[in-house]
C-alpha cells in the first residue's frame, strides 16, 4: 500500500472512533452523575389497638398504631401506611411512618350506633394486617301486651345505645314462631310497635335491631294465678326516666318486680296509668285504642315497660301501675288481688317560659367585709304557670348612672340627708353652702357602650379611669348551686354593693334562663338602697356620707355643681335613651 492508501485508512479509523464517541454522548446514552430515589418500603408491619370494644354511645375511641419494620427488624421511616376501617370513622396521623417509624389512627364509631365488628385492614405496599373492633352497649328491650286468645296484640320495642340514647331510624325484624318475619323501622324515639294476632298458646317472639336479639314470649290471657317459678313478688316498684319533659316529648315507665334473694319475678300482669289531676292530657304507649289500660307482662329480668307521651299542655301529671300475680278480671284495678304502686311525678313544660323577681326589700349588713346585701328570688315558671325545676338561671348587674354629694343633718332635722354644696364668689375668696334646690347631683355612666375600655370622649370629669366602678356591686347565688331553680321553680340570688356606695349608684339586675330553646328575662331596677337605722342614727357619721364619685376642691371632699355634655347613645346599652349626660369637670 503507497503512502496515500495509508493515509485513507488512517483518516476513516479516525472518523469511525469519533462517531462512537459521538454515539456514547447522545441523548440515549446515562450520565453517570444522575441518582434515583426509592420510596422506603417495609418488610412486615407490627399492629396493635389500645381497645378491642367501643361504646355504641358514639364518645369512645380506640387508638390503632401501626410500626413499620425493615428485614432486620428496624424501624423505617417515611414508609407509605393506609388504615382502613370497613365502618366507623379514621382519623391517621399522617400518610407515611414517622421518625419512630410510627403511624396511629383514631377509630370511632361515627355515627352508626348499632352492635356490630369493625374490621380495620392496615397495608402497606403489599403487605397486609387485620384486626377487629366491637362496637357493643345498645339494648333492645319488648314490652309485651297480653290478650285473650284470638285477640289484637301488639309488642312494643325500644332501642337505646349504651348511653340510654334512643337510636332512631334502625330497621327492626321481628319474627313470631310459624310466621313469616315482619320488617319495620324505629320511630324518633327508637320505639316500635309489632302487631299481631293472639296465638292459642305461649309462643316465642323473636326481633333483632342494630345487631341486639330479644327474645320474649307471647302469652294469651287464661285466668292462671301462676306467675312463675321464682316465687311470690316481695318488691314492686315504679320509675320514670326523664322526670322532667317538653310537650309532645316521651318518657318511660318502667316496673321492676323482684321476689326472695333479689331474683327478678317474670310474667307479672301490669296496667300502668297516669293520675292527672291536672288535666295535662297524654297517652300511654300500652293504652288500647279506646283508652282502656292494656296488661303487660314483665319480662325475665322482672321488668314490664310503657312509655308514656306528653301532650300539649304543661303541669305535673303521676304515673301509676296496678298488678297482679294473676290474670286481671277488670281493666280498672279494683280486684282483690291487684296492689297499686305510684311512682314519681312528671313535669311536663309547655312551650314558653316566665320568670319573675321578688324581694322583701331587708338589708343585711357585714360589717366585716363592708358590705350591705338585698336578697332576690326569681321564678320560673312555664306557658301553663307551672314551676320549672332544674332551670339553670344568670343573674347580670349594670350601674347607670351615678350620683355626687353628702350626708348632713339640717339644723333642728333629725336624720341624715343628702345635699350638694355649691360655690360663690372669686377664685381665692370662694365660700360654700348646701344647696337648697339640688339633693345630689346625677351623672350617667361614662362607660357608654360597656365595654370596660376608656375610650376618646368618655372620661368626661378628666378622673383617668371610667366612673362608675363595676366592681362596687354584684349579683351572686345565694348559695352553691341556688342559680338553679329548685322543685318551687325558684332560684337564689344576692345583690352585694359596698357600704361606701349606697345611694350613689343606680343598678339595673337582670335574670335570664333558657328552657326548651325559650328564654325569658326579667329586670330588677333600684338605687342602691340605705339602711334606715343608720339615717336615723345621728350620734355618729353614716360610712356612705360623702359620695365615692365626689370631685375634691381646694383639698375639700364636698362637691360642686358641674356642667353636662349629652353624647349620642350607640344603642347598645338602652336603645330607647337618645343621649346620655356625662358630667362636665370644674365649671
Known amino acids: 500500500m503507497n503512502f496515500q492508501g495509508i493515509q485513507q485508512v488512517k483518516a476513516l479509523l479516525a472518523a469511525t472512533m469519533i462517531g462512537i464517541v459521538l454515539g456514547g454522548c447522545s441523548a440515549g446514552g446515562k450520565n453517570p452523575d444522575t441518582t434515583t430515589s426509592t420510596t422506603p418500603t417495609a418488610a412486615s408491619l407490627s399492629v396493635s389497638v389500645d381497645k378491642s370494644t367501643l361504646s355504641s354511645t358514639g364518645s369512645d375511641t380506640a387508638t390503632i398504631t401501626v410500626t413499620a419494620l425493615d428485614s432486620s427488624n428496624n424501624v423505617v421511616s417515611g414508609a407509605s401506611v393506609v388504615i382502613q376501617p370497613d365502618s366507623g370513622v379514621l382519623t391517621a396521623s399522617g400518610t407515611t411512618t414517622g421518625s419512630t417509624g410510627v403511624l396511629t389512627g383514631a377509630l370511632t364509631i361515627g355515627s352508626d350506633h348499632t352492635d356490630r365488628t369493625i374490621t380495620v385492614v392496615v397495608t402497606s405496599g403489599s403487605i397486609k394486617k387485620t384486626l377487629t373492633v366491637n362496637v357493643t352497649g345498645d339494648t333492645l328491650s319488648a314490652t309485651v301486651g297480653s290478650t285473650t286468645a284470638g285477640s289484637a296484640a301488639t309488642i312494643q320495642y325500644s332501642l337505646v345505645d349504651a348511653g340510654s340514647v334512643a337510636i332512631a331510624n334502625e330497621p327492626i325484624t321481628v319474627t313470631l314462631t310459624g310466621q313469616a318475619a315482619v320488617a319495620g323501622t324505629t320511630d324518633a324515639n327508637g320505639k316500635y310497635t309489632f302487631s299481631y294476632t293472639m296465638p292459642t298458646a305461649s309462643t316465642t317472639v323473636t326481633a333483632v335491631a342494630a345487631g341486639v336479639t330479644t327474645t320474649s314470649t307471647a302469652t294469651p290471657t287464661n285466668g292462671s294465678t301462676v306467675i312463675g317459678t321464682a316465687g311470690a313478688v316481695t318488691s314492686a316498684s ?90 286481671f278480671t277488670t281493666s280498672d284495678c279494683t280486684g282483690a288481688n291487684e296492689y297499686s304502686v305510684s311512682g314519681s311525678s312528671l313535669t311536663v313544660v309547655a312551650s314558653g317560659v316566665s320568670i319573675a323577681w321578688a324581694t322583701n326589700g331587708s338589708i343585711s349588713e357585714d360589717d366585716t367585709q363592708n358590705i350591705y346585701s338585698l336578697s332576690i328570688v326569681v321564678s320560673v315558671v312555664d306557658a301553663s304557670n307551672q314551676p320549672i325545676t332544674g332551670s339553670t338561671v344568670t343573674g347580670s348587674v349594670d350601674i347607670p348612672r351615678f350620683y355626687r354629694g353628702i350626708y348632713g343633718i339640717p339644723v333642728g332635722g333629725s336624720s341624715w340627708v343628702t345635699g350638694i354644696f355649691v360655690r360663690s364668689g372669686v377664685p381665692g375668696a ?158
Open 238 to 327: 315504679l320509675s320514670a326516666n326523664p322526670t322532667s319533659l317538653a310537650t309532645g316529648a316521651q318518657s318511660e315507665l318502667r316496673a321492676l318486680f323482684i321476689g326472695a334473694s333479689n331474683a327478678p319475678i317474670q310474667n307479672v300482669r301490669v296496667h300502668f296509668m297516669m293520675n292527672d289531676t291536672n288535666s295535662i292530657g297524654g297517652s300511654l304507649s300500652t293504652d288500647a285504642s279506646d283508652g282502656t289500660h292494656n296488661v303487660v307482662y314483665s319480662d325475665a329480668n322482672g321488668v314490664a315497660r310503657s312509655t308514656y307521651t306528653a301532650g300539649t299542655r304543661g303541669g305535673v301529671i303521676t304515673p301509676a301501675m296496678c298488678w297482679s300475680p294473676a290474670d
Open 430 to 587: 370662694y365660700s360654700y353652702a348646701l344647696s337648697s334646690t339640688v339633693s345630689r347631683q346625677s351623672c350617667d355612666n361614662e362607660d357608654i357602650n360597656r365595654n370596660n375600655v376608656l375610650e376618646a370622649g368618655e372620661d368626661m370629669n378628666g378622673s383617668g379611669a371610667l366612673e362608675p366602678y363595676k366592681a362596687s356591686v354584684t349579683i351572686v347565688p345565694t348559695s352553691a348551686g341556688s342559680n338553679v331553680t329548685d322543685v318551687y321553680g325558684k332560684a337564689y340570688f344576692t345583690l352585694q354593693y359596698g357600704q361606701n356606695y349606697a345611694s350613689w349608684e343606680d343598678v339595673v339586675a337582670t335574670f335570664t334562663t333558657t328552657v326548651e330553646g325559650t328564654e325569658g328575662h326579667t329586670t330588677f331596677t333600684s338605687s342602691l338602697p340605705v339602711p334606715a337605722s343608720v339615717l336615723t342614727t345621728v350620734t355618729s357619721s353614716p360610712v356612705f356620707q360623702v359620695s365615692p364619685y365626689n370631685i375634691p376642691l381646694d383639698g375639700l371632699s364636698f362637691p360642686w355643681i358641674v356642667g353636662t355634655t349629652a353624647v349620642a347613645n350607640p344603642g347598645v346599652i338602652y336603645p330607647s335613651q337618645a343621649t346620655f349626660n356625662l358630667c362636665d369637670p370644674q365649671q
